[in-house]
């Protein structure tokens, strides 16, 4: 027999929780006798009564524990179960509610209590994400920060905080994740599978998980980094912690690394920390002469040894036939509007968008300017959203935009992206649809609209109808955003 | 686009090596707690749109209620919260609060016990002058003058203490002193003063007797049977009581406070159950000393006698939570009846003070809001220590007497969570399933929700000597918060 009896001072149940406790304790196999209780005279000299030592100099404010067991393994087990139950005891009084409305949480740290949380979700204006992101990390949580604005240094002190607690930060500026099979932000509903995901950018990541779901390969999780993790200030930080995380996920076979080009000094880091993986780590990084993000996702493929399919593709209903002329595209996700540049580039030259800044450092195409030559525009950069919505949720901009393009005559082309998924429009082909057709009708068949439509066939949209609907106004639709540039440039670039 | 790999495209190890090394449903080498292996539970601040996506996907959600917090107060608070000892120094501080133990140990003379001199007076709330000074808090420190001999008439009392003539009378604030004292909270050193210990931390506090209701001190009355009332006080009462205490031993003042919460206390606005409980531990030896019969007449007839030791068993516990470097944890809240201030741990004896608002409740008799005087007295160190307002919901007996209803009292206890940093776990209310008292008011919390605290709180009388005409809530400045965090954000840069 093994015996165990100590005193701690100064900590208090009542006697019910007790009770239950010292019943549980005793309920198992091979404890003979079990007592948590306050030590009042009664339960001291009760313990006595059960064959125990009481410990010397204790009162009523001091919890008394006495278990007796077979050996000291179901000795060391009990007293392991003992602080669970006790544990619970006081956490389920936190959670306890009794009479009245409770009401709703005012801080994140006061709903972190109140549900079994692994994870906060910040959306709050700029200036005022940094305090709910912090009190996040220290209620033990991981935190997305969806908001944009933040200053660096408070991104740096968040992801340093992070480090310490072992925690991730996703973001600022963080619009997709999924975690858990939890889609965050703008997701797409994909099949949980083996790869992972570590996003510097939100559409980049929709792009490669709903080209690798199209191709019957599940996502384990997406974390989301936020645009200036490989920065040379924030070096990394999120991305070293998402690679570790991942890489000790069971489910994650194969990890793909999406993000514009890191400064040379952090790319030397993830390089490092790279090799020390168990886990394959490729990377899908939007420079000229790297591989799109289709290509990758054909890599990916290739490596997990699975088939890498043909495309969905929804060829328009009147053959587009090259023309001269220029291509404009107006897009919602940013990575898709770099990745289209990078390709029609290569095609084309030098485009004007707001993504680009010229010799002088200035942009090289800002809000409110007529386009010339060729030109890509993202909605989606902050000139856009300040004080409205993003372009997923609120299309006027784009749609005002597309109307104007359409009357320029030397437009040839107009490629537009679609991006589904949870939290995007409900049905974006509603009034694009429509002013897809209407652009066509205003022209003489010198104008072809391309479409590049991001998402998978279990979207809350369904990505099929919204193809079919686009198509039949007129639009050739792409499920990969690289084919649709490709093929926006060759319209152009003449046979 | 080239299709060769660039240089950073480094496949690590071949694909198939990788799952061998972490069996599935293993726990314990889970990264980030667990985030990547438990069911997903997300809380969210911020726009509905993606809490919405949320529950589309059925994912538990628990929303927060987001506001911007208070104007001025973004700055400063980004510099606490996001200071990296900041958490950890208001968790230690929030402990040592809630692992305090109060014991009575003793009675005494205020002049034996903390070195008061004649000419010196102790008041609640933040320092204060004569010329400053509020109706009640002028009317209690006439009567205290009165009593302590100092002066023959209240004319010669206020011309003293306007240093008119006769030299002049000091004046401190009882925070300053290990010390607390309801409403005026005017300490002179006849008066006999509770002693408690923290048998945890082994600290010392003081509060004054309780006098009872009507016509007393405490609010501002002088006339001579408030005089006689103190003059017995220190004749009878506080012998009897140390000559009681003393063959009792220490009382523990906790237990009892945990019990009255049970029976309906709320241990600032009422006390009936404390005050039973406590004459209940004495009685005994109370019986067997001289005017014991007389002391437990007197307490018998005074529900708030237990309000004087609940003071002081929060002020031992408020100030063994002082001086944690970057805690902004308040230590003191306190009114004089011209200012209403604050302490925080982590600033020191630095006080933010803004004025003191005029209680909304419920008067006495004719009495109406023109008659009330600002809100004062030291009693507010049972808010400080998770009490009073923040405890109403234990008290449903009284939430009529300050102008309420009882799901009032829920909804104030309830809100108090979002304020504080802990729950007490000795102090429940039963109505709450048991729920321990929110304690520890973090002034961040203020700041970031706007949500101040609610207090408790007796109504004195504007002009001098006019005694108790009301009861009712009041709450504190929001502007002392912003203070108070600024002030910490000051100690807290490089």
Redesign the interface.
């Known amino acids: 027999m093994s015996t165990h009896v100590e005193a701690r001072r100064g900590v208090y149940y009542d006697s019910v929780t007790l009770m239950r406790v010292s019943r549980q304790l005793s309920a198992r196999a091979e404890v003979s006798h079990a007592l948590t209780a306050m030590a009042t005279e009664l339960n001291r000299d009760l313990l006595t009564q059960m064959g125990f030592d009481p410990p010397q100099d204790v009162g009523p404010g001091d919890l008394l524990v006495a278990i007796r067991a077979v050996d000291q393994t179901v000795l060391a087990d009990a007293r392991e179960a003992l602080d669970v139950l006790l544990t619970d005891a006081s956490s389920a009084k936190v959670s306890a509610q009794g009479l009245g409305t409770v009401p709703p949480a005012r801080t994140i740290g006061s709903a972190a209590g109140r549900i079994d949380a692994t994870l906060a979700l910040v959306s709050v204006p700029g200036p005022y994400a940094f305090m709910e992101a912090m009190d996040a990390l220290t209620a033990g949580l991981s935190v997305m920060i969806f908001s944009d604005n933040m200053p660096v240094e408070e991104e740096v002190a968040l992801k340093d905080a992070a480090a310490r607690l072992d925690l991730l930060v996703m973001g600022p500026d963080c619009g997709t994740a999924v975690v858990g099979g939890a889609g965050l932000g703008f997701a797409n509903a994909v099949r949980p599978g083996p790869v992972g995901l570590v996003a510097a950018s939100g559409t980049g990541s929709q792009q490669l998980m709903s080209l690798l779901d199209t191709a019957g390969v599940g996502i384990s999780h997406a974390l989301g980094v936020g645009g200036r993790d490989l920065s040379a200030t924030v070096s990394g930080r999120s991305t070293l912690q998402a690679l570790a995380a991942l890489d000790a996920d069971p489910a994650t076979e194969l990890i793909i690394i999406v993000s514009k080009p890191p400064s040379q000094r952090v790319a030397g880091l993830i390089r490092e920390a790279v090799r020390r993986l168990s886990t394959p780590v490729l990377f899908a990084l939007l420079e000229q002469d790297e591989d799109d993000l289709t290509a990758v996702a054909e890599r990916a493929l290739r490596a997990l040894g699975r088939p890498v399919p043909a495309w969905p593709h929804w060829p328009a209903p009147v053959a587009q036939a090259p023309a001269p002329g220029f291509v404009r595209g107006l897009f919602a996700g940013g990575t898709l509007c770099e990745e289209a540049m990078l390709i029609a580039t290569d095609a084309l030259g030098p485009i004007g968008s707001n993504l680009r800044r010229t010799a002088t450092g200035e942009p090289a195409w800002t809000h409110g300017q007529a386009s010339t030559g060729h030109c890509m525009i993202d909605f989606g950069a902050d000139e856009f959203t300040a004080g409205r919505a993003h372009p997923m949720i609120d299309p006027a901009l784009r749609l005002e935009r597309l109307a104007a393009e359409a009357a320029d005559p030397s437009c040839a082309v107009l490629l537009l992206d679609v991006v589904l998924g949870y939290g995007a429009e409900p049905d974006p082909a509603a009034l694009l649809a429509p002013a897809i057709e209407d652009a066509l009708a205003s022209r003489d068949g010198d104008l072809a609209v391309v479409v590049s439509l991001c998402g998978t066939a279990a979207d809350p949209q369904d990505r099929d109808a919204q193809a079919a609907a686009l198509r039949d106004a007129g639009a050739a639709v792409f499920c990969s955003n690289a084919t649709a540039a490709r093929h926006a440039a060759g319209l152009v670039q003449g046979p | ?3 060769e ?2 240089d ?8 198939q ?3 061998a ?6 726990q314990r ?19 509905p ?3 919405d ?2 529950a ?2 059925a ?2 959600v ?8 208070v104007p001025g107060a ?1 700055e400063p ?2 510099t606490v ?2 200071h ?1 000892k900041h ?1 950890a120094a208001n968790a230690t501080a929030v402990k040592r609060l809630l ?1 305090s ?1 109060p014991h009575l140990v003793d009675v005494r003379p205020a002049g034996e016990a903390l070195g008061l001199t004649a000419g010196t007076f102790f008041h609640a709330g933040p320092p204060v002058t004569w010329e400053r000074a509020s109706g009640p808090m002028r009317g209690a420190l006439i009567g205290a003058m009165l009593a302590e001999g100092l002066a023959d008439d209240p004319e010669a009392a206020e011309r003293r203490l306007a240093r008119g003539d006769a030299g002049p009378v000091t004046l401190d604030s009882c925070h300053h002193h290990r010390t607390v004292g309801p409403m005026a909270g005017v300490v002179g050193p006849s008066m006999w003063m509770f002693v408690i210990e923290d ?2 931390h082994g600290g010392t506090a003081f509060c004054s007797l309780n006098e009872g209701l009507g016509k007393v001190l405490r609010y501002g009355a002088y006339g001579p049977e408030v005089v006689d009332r103190l003059h017995w006080m220190s004749a009878v009462l506080g012998p009897a009581l140390r000559a009681a205490i003393r063959r009792h031993g220490p009382v ?1 003042l ?2 009892i406070m ?1 019990q009255a919460l049970q029976m309906g206390d709320e241990l600032h606005n009422r006390n009936r159950a404390a005050t039973s409980l406590f004459v209940r531990e004495l009685a005994a030896d109370l019986a067997e000393v001289e005017g014991g019969a007389e002391v437990l007449r007197f307490i018998g007839g005074n529900d708030h006698f237990f309000l004087n030791l609940a003071m002081a068993a929060g002020k031992g516990a408020a100030d063994a939570a002082r001086d944690v470097p970057g805690s902004s944890l308040v230590v003191a809240m306190a009114r004089n009846g011209t200012d209403f201030g604050i302490q925080l741990s982590g600033t020191g004896d630095r006080w933010f003070t803004g004025p003191a608002g005029v209680p909304d409740g419920l008067y006495l008799g004719s009495y109406g809001p023109g008659d009330a005087n600002p809100d004062i007295g030291d009693s507010t160190i049972t808010e400080t220590t998770g009490l009073g307002g923040f405890a109403m ?1 234990a008290a449903p007996a009284i939430v009529r007497f300050i102008g309420g209803e009882v ?1 009032d009292a ?2 104030a206890t ?2 108090m ?2 304020i504080t940093l802990a ?1 007490n ?2 102090f ?9 008292t929110p304690t520890g008011i973090d002034a961040t ?1 203020v700041a ?2 706007g ?1 101040l605290p609610v207090v408790n709180t007796g109504i004195a009388g504007r002009v001098a000597g006019t005694g108790q005409v009301g009861a009712g809530l009041v709450s504190p400045p929001a502007k002392i918060f912003t203070d108070a965090v600024t002030a910490l954000a000051e100690t807290l840069r490089p």
């Open positions: 686009m080239p299709q790999p660039a950073l495209s480094v496949v690590a190890d071949p694909p090596a990788a799952a090394s972490h069996p599935i449903g293993d080498g889970a990264r980030l707690g667990g985030l990547l292996n438990r069911e997903p539970g997300i809380v969210a601040a911020g726009t749109v993606l809490t996506a949320l589309q996907q994912v538990p628990e929303s927060v209620d987001w506001r911007p917090p973004t608070l980004a919260l996001g990296p958490a692992a133990r048998a945890e523990d906790k237990a945990a919901a799901p829920l909804a309830q809100r969570y979002e729950e776990p000795v429940q209310v039963p109505i709450l399933s048991f729920r321990g919390l970031r929700t949500i």
